[in-house]
T-cell receptor, first 112, second 113 residues
Framework: AQSVTQPDIHITVSEGASLELRCNYS??????LFWYVQSPGQGLQLLLK??????LVQGIKGFEAEFKRSQSSFNLRKPSVHWSDAAEYFC??????????FGTGTRLQVFP | EPEVTQTPSHQVTQMGQEVILRCVPI?????FYWYRQILGQKVEFLVS????????KSEIFDDQFSVERPDGSNFTLKIRSTKLEDSAMYFC???????????FGSGTQLSVL
C-alpha cells in the first residue's frame, strides 16, 4: 500500500540550529515527492518537490531535501532555523502533482 | 503570488444539515481538488475535477458529497447531510497540470455538532 510516514510528531529546536525532518514512503512506482509547510491560519505552501534528476533538491526559504531511493526517504533539511520557520511540515508522495498521499505532519517549534 | 481563496474560514453546522464550502481557484488553473484533514490525522485526498467533471474520487467521497463549478469561477464542495465525522479542515487546491505545483487554499474548518 502507498503510504508516507513522518516519524516525528513534534520537534523543538533553538533558533540558528540545524534541522532535519524525516520522511519515509512506500510507493509502487517511481514517486513524485513533496514537502509542504502550513503556518497557522494559512494554506499548504509547497517548499520543494522531486520528480527526477539530481537527488538533492533545493527549495524556498533555504530548505533542501535529499531523495534516497535505497532508504525510501526524502528528509527535509535546513542548516540554520529561523523563528519564522515554526509551522507544520508535511511530506507527500504521488504519481503526479494531484492525488497526493500526505504524512501526518511534523510540528516544528523554534525557541529563541 | 496568486492565491486560492476559500470561504468561509470556519463553519459550524448541526448534524444532518447541508453545507457548501466555496473556493475561488486561480484563474488559469484547469484541475481542481478537495482534500480534508481531520484533527490530528493526515491530509486526505477527496476528489479531483477537470473539464467540469469528476476525474477521480477517493472512497471517502461517497454519495453525501458532490462538487461543481457552476459559473466557471467558484468551485464548491457540498455535503448533503453532515455527520459528526465530517468535522475537519477542508482544503481546496488547483493547478495547471503539466506537473506544476499544486496551490492550496487556507482551508475551511468545518465543525459538525
Amino acid at each position: 500500500a502507498q503510504s508516507v510516514t513522518q516519524p516525528d510528531i513534534h520537534i523543538t529546536v533553538s533558533e540558528g540550529a540545524s534541522l532535519e525532518l524525516r520522511c519515509n514512503y512506500s510507493y509502487g512506482a517511481t514517486p513524485y515527492l513533496f514537502w509542504y509547510v502550513q503556518s497557522p491560519g494559512q494554506g499548504l505552501q509547497l517548499l520543494l518537490k522531486y520528480f527526477s534528476g539530481d537527488t538533492l533538491v533545493q527549495g524556498i526559504k533555504g530548505f533542501e531535501a535529499e531523495f534516497k531511493r535505497s532508504q525510501s526517504s526524502f528528509n527535509l533539511r535546513k542548516p540554520s532555523v529561523h523563528w519564522s520557520d515554526a509551522a507544520e511540515y508535511f511530506c507527500a508522495v504521488g504519481a503526479d502533482t494531484d492525488k497526493l498521499i500526505f504524512g501526518t505532519g511534523t510540528r516544528l517549534q523554534v525557541f529563541p | 503570488e496568486p492565491e486560492v481563496t476559500q470561504t468561509p474560514s470556519h463553519q459550524v453546522t448541526q448534524m444532518g444539515q447541508e453545507v457548501i464550502l466555496r473556493c475561488v481557484p486561480i484563474s488559469n488553473h484547469l484541475y481542481f481538488y478537495w482534500y480534508r484533514q481531520i484533527l490530528g490525522q493526515k491530509v486526505e485526498f477527496l476528489v479531483s475535477f477537470y473539464n467540469n467533471e469528476i476525474s477521480e474520487k477517493s472512497e471517502i467521497f461517497d454519495d453525501q458529497f458532490s462538487v461543481e463549478r457552476p459559473d466557471g469561477s467558484n468551485f464548491t464542495l457540498k455535503i448533503r447531510s453532515t455527520k459528526l465525522e465530517d468535522s475537519a479542515m477542508y482544503f481546496c487546491a488547483g493547478d495547471r497540470g503539466l506537473n506544476e505545483k499544486l496551490f492550496f487554499g487556507s482551508g475551511t474548518q468545518l465543525s459538525v455538532l
